[in-house]
């Protein structure tokens, strides 16, 4: 017997414009990719949140420790950052938190937390493209040479502030503990060898957790938006800390340090 159920099932729109596998909403029900998220909340951590939305998946106990670690990393670099400069000239000129945050997430550029995705592009790329019967040094050092021919630096190595960046180090080991450290980060340490012989060039946080993401599965494509989320918090802090600190519209420089060289006036 067709009831009216079965008509209505018959006759439903196939024209649907748009397509997710992420979350399904229905009254009174989420579904986040196969999990209702009411049983998400309070048994699963932020880092394995992150993980199951971009990946599809929940992480094992290792690989949630390890993107925590990660997301922790990048935190916060004091004020030497554009985007922490950014947010807390916006803050101080007034504008409200969530224009602030905004401002800061959108000084990430090329110069600046661009080098997260291309690190991870080459190790990616160095991994798939070559040889799979190829040893990890030999594969480091046509990288290496293929830079060095091209006056090229290599993402992920070397740090204006830093000789050591500490971070790196810390990262690396944390990735042989839970057992995350694949053919990316072998990689990544092949190429930092080479650079610190010849330059006494180290890896970078960049570099480090470019082959942590990159062992984890993580396309290159995600790089930058995984730093924005370990930045975020550092980023929302230093506007709290402007707006509650400091004295309003900010003064970078004096009106006599600013240098003019553009026409004068014709009388």
């Known amino acids: 017997m067709i009831t009216e159920d079965v008509l209505k099932d018959i006759f439903k729109p196939t024209n649907l414009k748009w397509r997710t596998a992420i979350t399904k909403v229905e009254a009174n029900k989420l579904l986040t990719r196969g999990h209702l998220q009411e049983e998400l909340v309070g048994n699963v951590s932020f880092a394995e949140m992150v993980y199951l939305l971009v990946k599809g998946e929940l992480p094992s106990k290792n690989e ?5 670690s990660v997301l922790v990393s990048f935190c916060d670099h004091g004020v ?3 985007s922490t400069q950014s947010a807390r ?3 101080s000129a007034g504008s409200p938190m969530h224009a602030c945050l905004a401002g800061g997430l959108l000084a990430f550029g090329k110069n600046h937390a661009g080098a997260i995705e291309r690190s991870m592009k080459v190790l990616q790329e160095g991994i798939n493209k070559t040889r799979s019967d190829m040893d990890i040094d030999s594969m480091a050092q046509i990288m290496v040479d293929y830079f060095m021919k091209r ?7 070397g740090h204006r502030y830093h000789d050591e960046d500490p971070r790196a180090p810390r990262l690396m080991e944390l990735a042989h503990e839970n057992e995350c450290l694949g053919r990316h980060s072998e990689l990544a340490l092949a190429i930092e060898n080479i650079l610190f012989e010849s330059k006494g060039i180290r890896m970078n946080i960049d570099g480090a957790n470019a082959g942590i993401l990159s062992d984890l599965g993580f396309d290159w494509r995600l790089g930058s938006g995984i730093f924005m989320i370990g930045r975020l ?5 230093h506007v709290h800390e402007e ?6 519209f900010r003064k970078v420089f004096e009106m ?9 006036a014709e009388f």
Request: hydrophobic residues 35%.
């Open 64 to 68: 949630a420790k390890m993107l925590e």
């Open 80 to 82: 030497t950052p554009p």
């Open 89 to 91: 000239l916006m803050a």
């Open 151 to 157: 006056e090229e630096k290599i993402p992920g190595f």
């Open 233 to 237: 918090p550092g980023i929302m802090a």
């Open 243 to 248: 707006i509650t600190r400091e004295s309003p």
């Open 256 to 264: 006599d340090e600013i240098y003019y060289d553009g026409k004068e």
